[in-house]
Protein backbone atom coordinates (compact mmCIF):
# COMPACT_ATOMS: atom_id res chain seq x y z
CA UNK A 1 0.00 0.00 0.00
CA UNK A 2 1.34 3.51 -0.78
CA UNK A 3 2.25 5.57 2.46
CA UNK A 4 2.05 9.42 2.50
CA UNK A 5 6.01 9.44 1.09
CA UNK A 6 5.16 8.05 -1.80
CA UNK A 7 1.84 9.96 -2.67
CA UNK A 8 3.44 13.71 -2.19
CA UNK A 9 5.96 16.15 -2.08
CA UNK A 10 6.73 19.84 -2.00
CA UNK A 11 6.93 22.47 -4.45
CA UNK A 12 9.49 25.82 -3.21
CA UNK A 13 10.21 28.35 -5.25
CA UNK A 14 12.19 31.53 -4.18
CA UNK A 15 12.23 34.88 -5.67
CA UNK A 16 15.70 34.97 -6.87
CA UNK A 17 17.77 34.48 -10.33
CA UNK A 18 20.11 32.13 -9.18
CA UNK A 19 19.89 28.58 -10.52
CA UNK A 20 17.80 26.09 -9.01
CA UNK A 21 15.53 28.79 -7.49
CA UNK A 22 12.52 26.21 -8.29
CA UNK A 23 12.56 22.50 -6.41
CA UNK A 24 10.93 19.99 -5.47
CA UNK A 25 11.66 18.09 -2.02
CA UNK A 26 10.65 14.98 0.02
CA UNK A 27 8.88 16.16 3.22
CA UNK A 28 10.45 13.05 4.88
CA UNK A 29 13.81 13.30 4.44
CA UNK A 30 13.87 16.96 3.19
CA UNK A 31 16.28 16.19 0.14
CA UNK A 32 15.80 17.34 -3.60
CA UNK A 33 13.73 14.72 -5.53
CA UNK A 34 14.13 17.23 -8.36
CA UNK A 35 14.93 20.97 -9.78
CA UNK A 36 14.48 23.50 -12.54
CA UNK A 37 18.04 25.07 -13.14
CA UNK A 38 16.05 28.17 -14.93
CA UNK A 39 18.64 28.76 -17.08
CA UNK A 40 15.87 29.37 -20.04
CA UNK A 41 14.81 32.12 -17.76
CA UNK A 42 17.46 34.12 -18.90
CA UNK A 43 18.14 35.21 -15.75
CA UNK A 44 14.78 36.67 -14.77
CA UNK A 45 14.11 36.39 -11.35
CA UNK A 46 11.73 33.37 -10.67
CA UNK A 47 8.42 34.41 -9.14
CA UNK A 48 6.06 31.82 -9.38
CA UNK A 49 5.37 28.51 -9.90
CA UNK A 50 1.79 26.51 -10.38
CA UNK A 51 1.26 22.82 -11.74
CA UNK A 52 -0.65 22.34 -15.11
CA UNK A 53 -2.96 19.60 -14.96
CA UNK A 54 -2.88 17.01 -12.33
CA UNK A 55 -0.73 14.39 -13.97
CA UNK A 56 2.19 17.11 -13.62
CA UNK A 57 3.50 17.10 -16.96
CA UNK A 58 4.36 20.88 -17.19
CA UNK A 59 5.06 23.74 -14.41
CA UNK A 60 3.94 26.91 -15.22
CA UNK A 61 6.47 29.94 -13.87
CA UNK A 62 6.19 33.69 -14.14
CA UNK A 63 9.20 35.92 -13.62
CA UNK A 64 8.65 38.79 -10.89
CA UNK A 65 11.12 41.45 -13.27
CA UNK A 66 9.96 40.46 -16.82
CA UNK A 67 6.53 40.10 -18.81
CA UNK A 68 6.89 36.92 -18.96
CA UNK A 69 5.25 32.98 -18.84
CA UNK A 70 7.03 30.27 -19.17
CA UNK A 71 5.78 26.61 -19.43
CA UNK A 72 8.04 23.82 -18.92
CA UNK A 73 8.30 20.03 -18.77
CA UNK A 74 8.45 17.83 -15.55
CA UNK A 75 9.92 14.70 -17.03
CA UNK A 76 13.77 14.78 -16.84
CA UNK A 77 13.71 13.05 -20.52
CA UNK A 78 11.35 15.90 -21.96
CA UNK A 79 12.94 19.53 -23.42
CA UNK A 80 9.36 21.29 -23.83
CA UNK A 81 9.59 24.37 -23.18
CA UNK A 82 7.33 26.81 -24.35
CA UNK A 83 8.17 30.97 -23.65
CA UNK A 84 5.17 33.80 -23.80
CA UNK A 85 5.45 37.38 -23.83
CA UNK A 86 3.11 38.81 -21.62
CA UNK A 87 0.70 42.41 -21.47
CA UNK A 88 2.85 42.89 -18.00
CA UNK A 89 4.47 41.58 -15.42
CA UNK A 90 1.78 38.51 -13.79
CA UNK A 91 1.76 39.17 -10.26
CA UNK A 92 -0.59 35.94 -9.53
CA UNK A 93 -1.58 32.90 -11.34
CA UNK A 94 -3.64 30.42 -11.60
CA UNK A 95 -3.77 27.15 -13.45
CA UNK A 96 -7.30 25.89 -13.95
CA UNK A 97 -7.05 22.01 -12.18
CA UNK A 98 -7.72 20.30 -15.87
CA UNK A 99 -4.42 22.12 -17.37
CA UNK A 100 -6.69 23.70 -19.69
CA UNK A 101 -6.87 26.98 -18.95
CA UNK A 102 -4.39 29.61 -17.20
CA UNK A 103 -5.27 33.43 -15.47
CA UNK A 104 -2.99 35.82 -14.68
CA UNK A 105 -3.24 39.06 -12.95
CA UNK A 106 -1.57 42.25 -14.40
CA UNK A 107 -2.20 45.31 -12.60
CA UNK A 108 -6.41 45.30 -12.03
CA UNK A 109 -7.19 43.10 -14.32
CA UNK A 110 -7.21 39.38 -15.17
CA UNK A 111 -6.33 38.09 -18.46
CA UNK A 112 -7.79 34.47 -19.39
CA UNK A 113 -6.01 32.10 -21.91
CA UNK A 114 -7.04 28.90 -23.23
CA UNK A 115 -3.36 27.46 -22.86
CA UNK A 116 -3.79 24.64 -26.11
CA UNK A 117 -4.99 26.94 -28.31
CA UNK A 118 -2.95 30.32 -27.26
CA UNK A 119 -6.00 32.33 -27.44
CA UNK A 120 -6.56 35.27 -25.35
CA UNK A 121 -10.37 34.78 -24.50
CA UNK A 122 -11.14 37.96 -21.81
CA UNK A 123 -10.00 40.45 -20.14
CA UNK A 124 -11.45 41.56 -16.95
CA UNK A 125 -11.31 44.68 -15.24
CA UNK A 126 -11.96 43.01 -11.70
CA UNK A 127 -10.46 45.16 -8.88
CA UNK A 128 -10.07 48.86 -7.80
CA UNK A 129 -6.41 48.36 -6.99
CA UNK A 130 -3.87 45.80 -8.46
CA UNK A 131 -4.80 41.91 -8.18
CA UNK A 132 -2.65 39.98 -5.68
CA UNK A 133 -4.28 36.81 -5.73
CA UNK A 134 -5.89 34.11 -8.23
CA UNK A 135 -6.80 30.41 -7.22
CA UNK A 136 -9.65 28.44 -8.83
CA UNK A 137 -12.20 26.49 -6.42
CA UNK A 138 -10.88 22.52 -6.80
CA UNK A 139 -13.65 21.30 -9.66
CA UNK A 140 -12.70 24.60 -11.60
CA UNK A 141 -15.97 26.05 -12.18
CA UNK A 142 -14.86 29.35 -10.58
CA UNK A 143 -12.00 31.68 -9.78
CA UNK A 144 -11.32 33.18 -6.96
CA UNK A 145 -9.41 36.75 -6.64
CA UNK A 146 -8.08 39.23 -4.35
CA UNK A 147 -6.32 42.35 -4.58
CA UNK A 148 -4.75 45.63 -2.76
CA UNK A 149 -8.07 47.01 -2.50
CA UNK A 150 -9.28 44.94 0.24
CA UNK A 151 -11.80 42.90 -1.95
CA UNK A 152 -12.26 39.02 -2.57
CA UNK A 153 -14.43 38.18 -5.36
CA UNK A 154 -15.96 34.71 -6.86
CA UNK A 155 -16.09 34.85 -10.57
CA UNK A 156 -18.04 31.90 -12.72
CA UNK A 157 -15.92 30.32 -15.32
CA UNK A 158 -18.09 30.85 -17.74
CA UNK A 159 -17.99 34.40 -17.51
CA UNK A 160 -14.03 34.35 -17.91
CA UNK A 161 -13.90 31.81 -21.18
CA UNK A 162 -16.82 33.73 -22.82
CA UNK A 163 -14.94 36.56 -25.40
CA UNK A 164 -17.22 40.09 -25.94
CA UNK A 165 -16.52 41.74 -28.87
CA UNK A 166 -16.75 44.84 -27.12
CA UNK A 167 -12.85 44.42 -25.75
CA UNK A 168 -12.96 44.94 -22.45
CA UNK A 169 -15.62 44.15 -19.98
CA UNK A 170 -16.41 43.79 -16.55
CA UNK A 171 -19.18 40.87 -15.35
CA UNK A 172 -20.61 40.91 -12.36
CA UNK A 173 -19.11 38.55 -10.34
CA UNK A 174 -20.83 35.84 -7.97
CA UNK A 175 -19.77 36.97 -5.20
CA UNK A 176 -17.90 39.79 -3.60
CA UNK A 177 -17.35 41.17 0.04
CA UNK A 178 -14.67 43.66 1.14
CA UNK A 179 -13.35 42.22 4.99
CA UNK A 180 -10.26 44.11 4.57
CA UNK A 181 -8.79 47.98 4.94
CA UNK A 182 -5.53 47.64 3.30
CA UNK A 183 -4.16 44.91 0.60
CA UNK A 184 -5.11 41.36 0.94
CA UNK A 185 -1.96 39.26 1.83
CA UNK A 186 -2.86 35.52 1.82
CA UNK A 187 -5.96 33.44 0.39
CA UNK A 188 -6.94 30.02 0.59
CA UNK A 189 -9.76 28.17 -1.26
CA UNK A 190 -11.18 24.86 0.38
CA UNK A 191 -12.61 21.98 -1.41
CA UNK A 192 -16.35 22.07 -2.34
CA UNK A 193 -16.34 23.76 -5.80
CA UNK A 194 -18.44 26.76 -5.43
CA UNK A 195 -19.59 25.80 -2.18
CA UNK A 196 -16.27 26.62 -0.76
CA UNK A 197 -15.13 28.44 2.29
CA UNK A 198 -12.40 31.14 1.36
CA UNK A 199 -10.22 32.67 3.56
CA UNK A 200 -8.28 35.52 3.43
CA UNK A 201 -5.49 37.51 5.88
CA UNK A 202 -4.41 40.73 5.58
CA UNK A 203 -2.06 43.69 7.05
CA UNK A 204 -4.36 45.51 9.01
CA UNK A 205 -4.08 42.52 11.94
CA UNK A 206 -7.23 40.49 10.51
CA UNK A 207 -8.38 37.51 8.81
CA UNK A 208 -12.22 36.55 7.68
CA UNK A 209 -13.45 32.90 6.96
CA UNK A 210 -16.32 33.12 4.00
CA UNK A 211 -19.07 30.90 2.67
CA UNK A 212 -18.83 30.90 -1.16
CA UNK A 213 -22.47 29.81 -1.72
CA UNK A 214 -24.13 32.34 1.32
CA UNK A 215 -21.72 35.12 1.36
CA UNK A 216 -21.75 35.13 5.17
CA UNK A 217 -18.61 35.86 7.06
CA UNK A 218 -18.49 32.82 9.32
CA UNK A 219 -15.12 33.80 11.47
CA UNK A 220 -12.95 37.00 11.79
CA UNK A 221 -9.22 36.71 14.10
CA UNK A 222 -8.18 39.65 15.06
CA UNK A 223 -4.27 39.59 15.31
CA UNK A 224 -1.59 41.72 17.46
CA UNK A 225 0.95 41.50 14.34
CA UNK A 226 0.60 41.62 10.71
CA UNK A 227 -1.21 38.56 8.91
CA UNK A 228 0.97 38.24 5.90
CA UNK A 229 -0.30 34.01 4.72
CA UNK A 230 -3.27 31.30 5.41
CA UNK A 231 -4.49 28.01 4.53
CA UNK A 232 -6.71 25.60 6.34
CA UNK A 233 -6.29 21.49 6.68
CA UNK A 234 -8.25 19.17 4.18
CA UNK A 235 -10.89 18.56 6.93
CA UNK A 236 -11.12 22.41 7.54
CA UNK A 237 -11.06 22.26 11.12
CA UNK A 238 -7.79 24.04 11.70
CA UNK A 239 -6.74 27.49 10.49
CA UNK A 240 -3.28 28.56 10.31
CA UNK A 241 -2.06 31.78 9.85
CA UNK A 242 1.73 33.17 9.03
CA UNK A 243 2.73 36.30 10.84
CA UNK A 244 5.14 39.09 10.14
CA UNK A 245 7.13 38.14 13.30
CA UNK A 246 7.55 34.58 11.38
CA UNK A 247 5.11 32.64 13.90
CA UNK A 248 2.47 30.19 12.45
CA UNK A 249 -0.81 30.70 14.45
CA UNK A 250 -3.33 27.79 14.94
CA UNK A 251 -7.31 28.63 15.33
CA UNK A 252 -9.22 25.01 15.73
CA UNK A 253 -12.10 25.58 14.48
CA UNK A 254 -14.11 23.36 16.82
CA UNK A 255 -12.62 24.58 19.79
CA UNK A 256 -15.06 25.57 22.76
CA UNK A 257 -17.17 27.97 23.02
CA UNK A 258 -17.57 28.72 19.45
CA UNK A 259 -17.08 31.83 18.21
CA UNK A 260 -17.36 33.93 15.57
CA UNK A 261 -14.29 36.18 16.72
CA UNK A 262 -11.22 35.59 17.87
CA UNK A 263 -8.16 37.16 19.03
CA UNK A 264 -4.99 36.35 18.77
CA UNK A 265 -1.44 36.73 20.07
CA UNK A 266 1.88 36.11 19.22
CA UNK A 267 3.45 37.05 23.21
CA UNK A 268 3.74 33.78 24.97
CA UNK A 269 2.46 30.18 24.44
CA UNK A 270 -1.30 29.45 24.14
CA UNK A 271 -2.36 26.21 24.18
CA UNK A 272 -6.26 27.24 22.79
CA UNK A 273 -4.20 28.69 19.64
CA UNK A 274 -0.70 26.74 19.45
CA UNK A 275 2.66 28.94 17.91
CA UNK A 276 4.77 27.49 15.30
CA UNK A 277 8.12 29.64 15.88
CA UNK A 278 11.35 29.19 14.25
CA UNK A 279 10.94 31.31 11.09
CA UNK A 280 13.09 35.32 11.46
CA UNK A 281 10.74 36.76 9.37
CA UNK A 282 7.42 37.35 8.00
CA UNK A 283 5.86 33.88 7.07
CA UNK A 284 4.71 34.54 3.12
CA UNK A 285 3.90 30.64 1.99
CA UNK A 286 1.86 28.22 3.68
CA UNK A 287 0.30 24.56 2.79
CA UNK A 288 -0.89 21.01 4.21
CA UNK A 289 -0.17 17.60 3.17
CA UNK A 290 -3.08 15.42 2.47
CA UNK A 291 -4.22 14.17 5.78
CA UNK A 292 -3.29 17.31 7.60
CA UNK A 293 -0.39 16.09 10.10
CA UNK A 294 1.87 18.19 8.23
CA UNK A 295 2.24 21.69 7.04
CA UNK A 296 5.40 23.61 4.94
CA UNK A 297 6.32 26.98 5.70
CA UNK A 298 8.64 29.66 3.73
CA UNK A 299 9.51 33.08 4.84
CA UNK A 300 10.84 36.66 3.33
CA UNK A 301 14.49 35.49 4.02
CA UNK A 302 14.06 32.21 2.10
CA UNK A 303 13.51 29.63 4.50
CA UNK A 304 11.26 26.99 4.32
CA UNK A 305 10.35 24.96 7.28
CA UNK A 306 8.22 21.46 7.22
CA UNK A 307 6.53 20.83 10.56
CA UNK A 308 4.52 17.95 12.61
CA UNK A 309 1.01 19.51 13.44
CA UNK A 310 0.44 17.09 16.44
CA UNK A 311 3.93 17.88 18.19
CA UNK A 312 4.46 21.17 16.92
CA UNK A 313 7.91 20.45 16.14
CA UNK A 314 10.16 21.22 12.75
CA UNK A 315 10.62 17.99 10.92
CA UNK A 316 13.10 20.06 8.38
CA UNK A 317 14.37 23.27 7.75
CA UNK A 318 16.71 24.50 4.74
CA UNK A 319 17.33 27.95 3.08
CA UNK A 320 17.37 29.43 -0.46
CA UNK A 321 18.62 32.64 -1.64
CA UNK A 322 15.06 34.81 -2.30
CA UNK A 323 11.72 34.65 -0.26
CA UNK A 324 9.49 32.00 -0.65
CA UNK A 325 6.82 32.39 -3.06
CA UNK A 326 5.53 29.03 -3.40
CA UNK A 327 5.41 26.13 -0.62
CA UNK A 328 2.79 23.74 -1.15
CA UNK A 329 1.96 20.28 -1.09
CA UNK A 330 1.76 18.34 -4.92
CA UNK A 331 1.05 14.73 -5.75
CA UNK A 332 4.05 12.53 -6.38
CA UNK A 333 3.76 12.67 -10.26
CA UNK A 334 5.03 9.81 -12.29
CA UNK A 335 7.10 12.11 -14.38
CA UNK A 336 9.04 13.05 -11.39
CA UNK A 337 10.98 9.89 -11.52
CA UNK A 338 9.41 7.02 -13.66
CA UNK A 339 11.73 6.23 -16.58
CA UNK A 340 9.11 5.19 -19.37
CA UNK A 341 6.41 8.06 -18.35
CA UNK A 342 4.65 9.22 -21.34
CA UNK A 343 2.52 13.10 -21.24
CA UNK A 344 -0.24 14.02 -22.17
CA UNK A 345 -0.51 14.73 -26.37
CA UNK A 346 -2.58 18.03 -25.81
CA UNK A 347 0.14 20.88 -27.14
CA UNK A 348 0.91 24.07 -25.18
CA UNK A 349 0.58 26.79 -27.39
CA UNK A 350 2.23 30.28 -26.93
CA UNK A 351 -0.46 32.82 -25.22
CA UNK A 352 -1.41 35.35 -27.65
CA UNK A 353 -1.53 38.97 -26.75
CA UNK A 354 -5.08 40.12 -28.94
CA UNK A 355 -8.13 39.09 -27.99
CA UNK A 356 -9.85 36.30 -29.68
CA UNK A 357 -12.37 37.35 -32.03
CA UNK A 358 -14.23 33.73 -31.78
CA UNK A 359 -14.31 30.59 -30.48
CA UNK A 360 -15.84 28.44 -32.98
CA UNK A 361 -15.50 24.84 -31.98
CA UNK A 362 -12.43 22.89 -34.17
CA UNK A 363 -12.68 19.96 -32.53
CA UNK A 364 -15.81 17.59 -33.70
CA UNK A 365 -17.81 15.62 -31.10
CA UNK A 366 -17.47 11.70 -32.38
CA UNK A 367 -18.79 9.02 -30.50
CA UNK A 368 -17.11 5.73 -30.78
CA UNK A 369 -17.81 2.33 -29.78
CA UNK A 370 -16.86 1.22 -26.29
CA UNK A 371 -13.46 -0.89 -27.27
CA UNK A 372 -11.90 0.10 -23.60
CA UNK A 373 -11.45 3.37 -21.84
CA UNK A 374 -8.14 3.76 -22.09
CA UNK A 375 -7.62 3.09 -25.40
CA UNK A 376 -10.83 5.12 -26.23
CA UNK A 377 -8.92 8.50 -24.08
CA UNK A 378 -5.78 8.20 -25.38
CA UNK A 379 -7.53 8.24 -29.36
CA UNK A 380 -9.51 11.23 -28.34
CA UNK A 381 -5.82 13.25 -26.94
CA UNK A 382 -4.18 11.95 -30.29
CA UNK A 383 -6.95 13.56 -32.11
CA UNK A 384 -7.48 16.59 -30.20
CA UNK A 385 -3.98 17.25 -30.19
CA UNK A 386 -3.43 17.24 -33.88
CA UNK A 387 -6.40 19.38 -34.66
CA UNK A 388 -4.86 21.80 -32.40
CA UNK A 389 -2.06 21.67 -34.25
CA UNK A 390 -3.48 22.28 -37.43
CA UNK A 391 -3.07 18.90 -38.90
CA UNK A 392 -5.83 17.10 -41.30
CA UNK A 393 -7.48 13.87 -39.13
CA UNK A 394 -7.02 10.90 -40.26
CA UNK A 395 -9.45 9.22 -43.26
CA UNK A 396 -9.49 6.05 -41.37
CA UNK A 397 -13.16 5.36 -39.18
CA UNK A 398 -13.68 4.24 -35.68
CA UNK A 399 -14.62 0.71 -37.12
CA UNK A 400 -10.86 0.69 -38.75
CA UNK A 401 -9.63 1.69 -35.11
CA UNK A 402 -11.62 -0.78 -33.01
CA UNK A 403 -10.48 -3.90 -36.08
CA UNK A 404 -6.61 -2.29 -35.31
CA UNK A 405 -7.21 -2.85 -31.46
CA UNK A 406 -9.22 -6.08 -31.55
CA UNK A 407 -6.04 -7.36 -33.58
CA UNK A 408 -3.40 -6.14 -31.51
CA UNK A 409 -5.14 -7.49 -28.64
CA UNK A 410 -4.27 -11.42 -27.38
CA UNK A 411 -6.64 -13.69 -28.89
CA UNK A 412 -8.32 -16.75 -27.39
CA UNK A 413 -8.43 -19.77 -28.89
CA UNK A 414 -11.48 -20.22 -30.02
CA UNK A 415 -11.17 -17.29 -31.90
CA UNK A 416 -7.79 -18.26 -33.84
CA UNK A 417 -9.56 -19.79 -36.45
CA UNK A 418 -12.54 -16.87 -37.15
CA UNK A 419 -10.02 -14.53 -37.24
CA UNK A 420 -7.88 -16.35 -39.90
CA UNK A 421 -10.68 -16.02 -42.06
CA UNK A 422 -11.14 -12.41 -41.90
CA UNK A 423 -7.50 -11.46 -43.15
CA UNK A 424 -8.61 -11.07 -46.85
CA UNK A 425 -11.49 -8.33 -45.65
CA UNK A 426 -10.76 -4.90 -47.46
CA UNK A 427 -11.67 -2.12 -45.33
CA UNK A 428 -12.59 0.67 -47.16
CA UNK A 429 -12.00 4.38 -45.87
CA UNK A 430 -15.01 7.19 -45.49
CA UNK A 431 -14.71 9.43 -48.37
CA UNK A 432 -13.26 13.21 -47.67
CA UNK A 433 -16.94 14.47 -48.59
CA UNK A 434 -18.62 12.07 -45.93
CA UNK A 435 -15.80 13.18 -43.19
CA UNK A 436 -16.72 17.34 -44.28
CA UNK A 437 -20.10 16.69 -43.74
CA UNK A 438 -19.64 14.75 -40.61
CA UNK A 439 -17.46 17.72 -39.10
CA UNK A 440 -20.16 20.38 -39.85
CA UNK A 441 -22.94 18.28 -38.38
CA UNK A 442 -20.87 18.26 -35.17
CA UNK A 443 -20.06 21.94 -35.33
CA UNK A 444 -23.93 22.74 -35.44
CA UNK A 445 -24.63 20.94 -32.40
CA UNK A 446 -21.80 21.75 -30.32
CA UNK A 447 -23.20 25.71 -31.06
CA UNK A 448 -26.64 24.45 -30.20
CA UNK A 449 -25.36 22.61 -26.81
CA UNK A 450 -23.59 25.37 -26.45
CA UNK A 451 -26.24 28.36 -26.47
CA UNK A 452 -28.72 26.14 -25.06
CA UNK A 453 -26.14 26.12 -21.78
CA UNK A 454 -25.68 30.09 -21.95
CA UNK A 455 -29.32 30.01 -21.65
CA UNK A 456 -29.75 27.96 -18.61
CA UNK A 457 -27.22 29.72 -17.00
CA UNK A 458 -28.70 33.42 -18.00
CA UNK A 459 -32.27 31.59 -16.71
CA UNK A 460 -30.65 30.72 -13.54
CA UNK A 461 -29.24 33.71 -12.45
CA UNK A 462 -32.51 35.81 -13.02
Aim: proline share 5%; hydrophobic share 40%.
Amino acid sequence: MPTLETLEQVLITCQSADPFSTLVVSPQTGAAVWSYKGSELQGAITNLAAPVGVNGDYLAVTTKDKPMLHIVAVHIRDRTHQKSVLPGIARALAVHPSGTVVCCAIDEKIYTWMLTTGQLLTIISAHYQPVSHLQFVSDGSALVSAGDDGIVQVWLLTDLMTPHDAGLMKPEPLRKWSPHSVPVTGLFVTSGGVNCRILSCSSDQTASLHSSSSGECLLTVIADCKLTSCTMDPAESRIFLGTSKGAVAQINLYMEPVLRERHLTTVGDNDEMPLFRNHKAAVTALSTNLDGSMFVSGDALGQYCIWDVASRQCLKSASMKGTISTAQFIPNWLSLGEAEYKKSPLPVAVLQKQLAKSLEPTVPVVLRPAVGMDEMNNQLDEMIARRLRGEEISTTTWNDRVEDVQRKRPKAADEEEESDNDEDDEVVPETVEGLKAALNKARRANRQLYSFAVSQIVDNKS
